[in-house]
């Protein structure tokens, strides 16, 4: 268990990050927002340990245009969706399974 290593944040290149369903391992604390990836299009941080509020400047070098994929399900998110995310033109998100608000 623990927070994302901080080397992971400072990729570059990373398109794609999947750390779901760390067995006994589980990630925690606030997801952060990704800021060195501006190519970081794929996010699967489902069934960990995460909480707090959803990041409002996720991905904020990202190409607007591109397909963003969040799949932040069964964490311990509180709050609701952040009406920053609107900024994507083609997002997809999976967020059952946490306390968020309808």
């Known amino acids: 268990s623990g927070t994302l290593p901080a080397e992971v944040l400072e990729l570059q290149q990373l398109t794609y990050l999947d750390v779901s369903k760390q067995a006994g391992a589980k990630f925690q604390g606030d997801l952060p927002s990704f800021e060195n990836s501006p190519v970081l299009t794929y996010i699967d941080a489902s069934e960990n340990g995460f909480s707090g509020q959803l ?12 397909e963003i994929t969040l799949n932040l399900a069964k964490n311990r998110f509180e709050g609701g ?18 306390r968020l608000n309808s």
């Open 81 to 98: 969706v952040p009406s920053e995310w609107s900024k994507f033109q083609s997002l997809s998100v999976e967020l059952g399974g946490n």
């Open 55 to 66: 990041p409002a400047n996720i991905l904020p070098q990202v190409d607007l245009s591109a």
